[in-house]
């Protein structure tokens, strides 16, 4: 499973600015309606990407890079037991 997170620029996915983390098989697909419920962020799901975003707006002053690793190591947990 190959993993890739990041910080994106606004775009048609998500209104603003967010944070990223999405998962690469190396073969097959990945079954999303499985996914755990992040306790920072949210799957998305389109036709051109799947995975989890954060958007900056959702983060707090205080405490924002606690909420940054907690999104991380939440999805790139999840990706890596599927």
């Known amino acids: 499973m190959g ?3 990041g910080l ?3 775009d048609d996915l998500v209104g603003g600015p967010y944070f990223y983390v999405a998962g690469y098989p190396q073969n097959g697909t990945i079954d999303y309606s499985q ?3 992040l306790s920072a962020g949210q799957w998305k799901i389109t036709d051109n990407w ?3 975003v954060l ?3 959702t983060l707090p002053p205080r ?3 606690r909420m940054i690793m907690r ?3 939440e999805a790139a ?3 890596l037991r599927v």
């Open 63 to 65: 405490h924002s890079m």
């Open 77 to 79: 947990d999840w990706y």
């Open 8 to 10: 994106a620029m606004q």
């Open 35 to 37: 996914a755990r419920q």
């Open 71 to 73: 999104f991380v190591r």
């Open 3 to 5: 993993i890739g997170y």
């Open 50 to 52: 799947k995975g989890a």
């Open 55 to 57: 958007p900056l707006t």
